[in-house]
T-cell receptor
Framework: SQQGEEDPQALSIQEGENATMNCSYKTSINNLQWYRQNSGRGLVHLILIRSNEREKHSGRLRVTLDTSKKSSSLLITASRAADTASYFC??????????FGAGTTVTVRA | NAGVTQTPKFQVLKTGQSMTLQCAQDMNHEYMSWYRQDPGMGLRLIHYSVGAGITDQGEVPNGYNVSRSTTEDFPLRLLSAAPSQTSVYFC????????????????FGEGSRLTVL
């Protein structure tokens, strides 16, 4: 079964707005990763946050982690058309098994 | 850099046929894995390997076989294709870490789209 669940399933925003999506997971984790998938392409790693970190930034991305609530959020600031994609969170469930959620589909309107 | 290369990109099979999806990586990664992606279900782990000669099952291994004879290659075999195996298949690789989290950032191929009639 899947460890992570993203929310919302889909998100439509205007270019320049911020996009926020959430990931909830079930068991304790060592780290949590976020990936992006453009239509018809493979997944691309965005950011990894360790269980002892609360917030991490990478360019226009900000990830937070709340281990007490078993949740993480991904914020994309000043969105662009190129940010249109599906976003997935992933956590390790048992050794060597990375489990992905069903993803949030983000559409950025021009 | 080639990264992770998957072939073929598209394949149509008839029920009962067998085939092999190829995956090769040139990053000297110890860890390699196969996922399938179905609409609304995210990615599900089929099989994985932590080095040459070592493979193990993931979440949905039935109907699939793997082997790892070299560090670079990790082929996925469909033994007798069924319509339920219609999916997009992704191969991914990673370094292994010595910390509590075993796998690092996954590098994905572009996917192999399989249709079983």
């Amino acid at each position: 079964s899947q460890q992570g669940e993203e929310d919302p399933q889909a998100l439509s925003i205007q270019e320049g707005e911020n996009a926020t999506m959430n990931c909830s997971y079930k068991t304790s984790i060592n780290n949590l990763q976020w990936y992006r998938q453009n239509s018809g392409r493979g997944l691309v790693h965005l950011i990894l946050i360790r269980s002892n970190e609360r917030e991490k930034h990478s360019g226009r991305l900000r990830v937070t982690l709340d281990t007490s609530k078993k949740s993480s959020s991904l914020l994309i600031t000043a969105s662009r058309a190129a940010d249109t994609a599906s976003y997935f969170c992933a956590t390790e469930v048992g050794d060597y098994k990375l489990s992905f959620g069903a993803g949030t589909t983000v559409t950025v309107r021009a | 850099n080639a990264g992770v290369t998957q072939t073929p990109k598209f394949q149509v099979l008839k029920t009962g046929q067998s085939m092999t999806l190829q995956c090769a990586q040139d990053m000297n990664h110890e860890y390699m894995s196969w996922y399938r992606q179905d609409p609304g279900m995210g990615l599900r782990l089929i099989h994985y390997s932590v080095g040459a000669g070592i493979t193990d099952q993931g979440e949905v291994p039935n109907g699939y076989n793997v082997s790892r004879s070299t560090t670079e290659d990790f082929p996925l075999r469909l033994l007798s294709a069924a319509p339920s195996q219609t999916s997009v298949y992704f191969c991914a690789s990673s370094i292994l870490t010595s910390g509590r989290a075993r796998t690092g950032e996954l590098f994905f191929g572009e996917g192999s789209r399989l249709t079983v009639l």
